[in-house]
């Protein structure tokens, strides 16, 4: 008996050591320290090697070259610190990778301090159910037609914290005069989260763009400027984009604005009516085990990557579709097309009105998801990715996801042809690789650059025909010294709403 129990200590004692030295052995190849509890974020740090596999997929346009694709943006020459004050309510934000579904849904963020937002929206901020929490103070700004929307803007000429810069109109990206210079190509990007992008990342589609579009340009020794401005901000959907065109946009006389968005509004609960509720867990125990496990061993890590990254369960649903529409070639006319559709459609067509009075063209991208039926992720690394496609989407399942995005981009080329305006079809091009995702819709900074790169090839075939027929780049317009709509900056207010409670 001696002998047995002896004999179990030294195999236990071995199987123990034995795993001690495979955790730090994992360690080391896998370049931890020690002891870590964070998990790694999927934040494309392979750089600009991890698209070069997909970079010759995309049809180049003749006059493009290769090597244009490695070459960066200048450095923002409007980049300052941020405000010691900022700094510190920066500060105050949890930097958990779950906080955002932790944190109540109508209490306010820190982060949107930095904003300037509709003096109209907040009305009283303590009788508004979101402001009522901010921390006694917002910066606010009076809308030029008194109406709601857009609901915030960027606080112009500022460095923000998260790395955020902006120019005279709280717009995303280096100074730029608002009146035309003779020889300039105007071009404005719209958008919500995905075309503002990331804030911490250095630089956005259309900062890629016009820095690609004027070294073009000086290489083919043609003497016009290309300026390639973003007017996009997080969280908005086409009614708020078509007021931000209204307003900031169209007076700044652009050539050509490109819209890019179809994540906001992409709401499967339009066309599923009892949409069943539940708590969304990966399949089986062992894979919720090893996935709690993975922020303290290397190890659990491993297996958890090996065995997690599948499409959670879901409950059934079923997908009310609405009755005589053709799936494959939709009605665009019709006020019942899915996922807010026939919104979005009635914004875009204000938008090429607002156009239209100042001589603009409306262009409009395809937009890419990463959802796929049958997608398989790493569940370490596209640990994001694959909650935000299984939480935040909850319950719908990929291949209904895939189906609906797919659906709008048919919408969107169909409404492009009948207008007979140009359509970026970023989606055709854009690989469904999970290491150019943060999350189902946002980009990595090697993803960024590949989409940048993929717009760049269609809209030339654009600017080449304007130039060619000398449409481009037009007369220097009459315009003030002042954008109309930015006379008067944004101002502080302060409140305390335990007072009036």
Not at 83 to 109: G, Y
Not at 220 to 229: G, Y
Not at 415 to 422: A, L, S
Request: aromatic share 10%; hydrophobic share 40%.
């Amino acid at each position: 008996m001696r002998n047995f129990v002896g004999n179990a200590l030294l195999a236990l004692v071995s199987i123990l050591f034995c795993v001690v030295m495979a955790e730090g052995a994992t360690r080391v190849i896998d370049g931890l320290p020690p002891v870590s509890l964070d998990l790694p974020e999927n934040t494309g740090a392979l750089g600009v090697d991890t698209t070069v596999a997909h970079l010759d997929a995309v049809p180049r346009a003749e006059s493009i070259k290769r090597e244009l694709f490695f070459s960066d943006p200048p450095l923002l020459p409007n980049r300052t610190k941020p405000p010691q004050e900022w700094i510190e309510l920066d500060a105050k934000i949890p930097r958990s990778q779950a906080f955002e579904r932790e944190v109540e849904l109508n209490s306010f963020k820190i982060w949107d301090m930095f904003k300037a937002w509709n003096s109209v929206l907040v009305g009283d901020p303590c009788k508004h159910s979101y402001f009522k929490s901010a921390p006694g103070k917002l910066f606010i700004y009076d809308p030029p037609d008194g109406k709601p929307r857009p609901n915030f803007r960027f606080l112009p000429n500022a460095s923000a914290p998260d790395g955020l810069v902006t120019n005279a109109f709280g717009w995303r990206g280096p100074p730029v005069p608002f009146k035309r210079s003779p020889k300039t190509v105007r071009i404005v990007f719209v958008g919500a989260s995905t075309t503002a992008e990331i804030h911490h990342y250095p630089f956005s589609v259309p900062e890629y763009v016009g820095n690609w579009l004027n070294r073009w340009a000086a290489e083919r020794k043609l003497d016009i400027r290309f300026e390639v401005l973003n007017a996009g901000r997080e969280s908005i959907g086409s009614s708020e984009i078509a007021a931000v065109v209204r307003q900031e946009v169209a007076p700044m006389r652009p050539d050509l604005v490109v819209y890019y968005e179809g994540g906001n509004q992409l709401h499967l609960a339009t066309v599923v009516k009892d949409v069943p509720k539940g708590d969304p867990k990966p399949e089986g125990r062992m894979a919720r085990w090893l996935r709690d496990m993975a922020p303290y061993s290397a190890l659990a890590r491993r297996a958890a990557a090996l065995t997690g990254g599948s499409e959670w369960p879901k409950p059934d649903y079923k997908i009310e579709w609405p009755q005589g529409l053709d799936e494959d070639d939709p009605d665009i006319t019709r006020a019942d097309l899915p996922v807010n559709l026939s919104t979005i459609l009635g914004d875009l067509d204000s938008i090429r009105a607002e156009l239209a009075k100042v001589g603009s063209e409306l262009a409009v991208g395809s937009f890419h998801w990463l959802a796929k039926d049958g997608l398989e992720l790493n569940a370490i690394r596209h640990k994001p990715i694959l909650e935000n496609l299984n939480v935040s989407y909850f319950p719908f399942r990929y291949r209904d996801l895939e189906r609906m995005t797919t659906f709008e981009n048919r919408v969107f080329a169909k409404y492009t042809k009948e207008r007979g305006i140009p359509f970026i079809d970023v989606a055709r091009y854009m690989p469904f690789d999970p290491d150019l995702f943060v999350d189902a819709t946002h980009n990595t900074e090697p993803g960024i650059r590949l989409r940048a790169w993929i717009v760049l090839q269609q809209l030339l075939p654009v600017i080449e025909k304007n130039l060619a027929s000398g449409a481009w780049p037009k007369p220097v317009p009459e315009m003030g010294d002042v954008h109309p709509a930015f006379t008067v900056p944004p101002r502080e207010i302060t409140f305390d709403c335990k007072k009036t409670n």
